[in-house]
């Protein structure tokens, strides 16, 4: 098993939709869960970062974190084309030491106009 | 610049050759990464630099790999002896800081995407 897991993709919705996008991890030991954004040719880009179960909203975007079944979801309103990247999920046991970032693979994500 | 930037952005190369690519990461960033990221995969990571010294390299796959920061600004990862199974994105990523408290954001750079026929 894989130590992050995310379903690869393509996905694709109309502009407007609501997104949702998941990822599952194995180890109890994370505590740090991260979403990335990549463009296609480009490096990843931070969207946000929680360290708790819950819920963090950042304008469009919330990041949901359920420790107890290791489970996260970034869900997207308002879905617009400049949405279209591949999103991909980040843990980690410990926030300042890249070193020890997990990445899952990414999903693909086309919101079509 | 503003950002992370890499060097070459591309790079095609043949089996057995000796190959340099280079990561100016953003100013005053003292913690520098380097990933490898293969064709619909995530970032793996390969080295992490403090300052001018290594600070972990345990993701480097072989000694074929090796990356230095003589300065702790610029940093070079050179792939000798290229196989084919090298072909991926380079990236490069640099931290304000590392081990304090922070938001623990990496900076990506844009790439290098090596290709070894």
């Known amino acids: 098993q894989k130590e992050v897991e995310q379903d690869p993709g393509p996905l694709s919705v109309p502009e407007g939709a609501i997104v949702s996008l998941n990822c599952t991890y194995s180890n109890s030991a994370f505590q740090y869960f991260m979403w990335y954004r990549q463009y296609s040719r480009k490096g990843p880009e931070l969207l946000m970062y929680t360290y708790s179960s819950g819920n963090k909203e950042d304008g469009r975007f919330t990041a949901q974190v359920d420790k107890s079944s290791k489970y996260i979801s970034l869900f997207i309103r308002d879905s617009q084309p400049s949405d279209s990247a591949t999103y991909l999920c980040?843990?980690?046991?410990?926030?300042?030491?890249?070193?020890?970032?997990?990445f899952g693979p990414g999903t693909r994500l086309s919101v079509l106009p | 610049g503003a950002g992370v930037s890499q060097t070459p952005s591309n790079k095609v190369t043949e089996k057995g050759k000796y190959v340099e690519l280079r990561c100016d990461p953003i100013?005053?960033?003292?913690?520098l990464y380097w990933y490898r990221q293969s064709l619909g995969q995530g970032p793996e990571f390969l080295i992490y630099f403090q300052g001018t010294g290594a600070a972990d390299d345990s993701g480097l796959p072989n000694d074929r790999f090796f990356a230095v920061r003589p300065e702790g600004s610029v940093s070079t990862l050179k792939i000798q002896r290229t196989e084919r199974g090298d072909s991926a994105m380079y990236l490069c990523?640099?931290?304000?800081?590392?081990?304090?408290?922070?938001?623990?954001?990496?900076?990506f750079g844009e790439g290098s995407r090596l290709t070894v026929l």
């Open positions: 100013s005053g960033h003292t913690a």
């Open positions: 990523a640099s931290s304000l800081n590392s081990g304090r408290a922070g938001t623990g954001e990496l900076f």
């Open positions: 980040a843990v980690s046991p410990v926030l300042n030491y890249g070193q020890n970032f997990v």
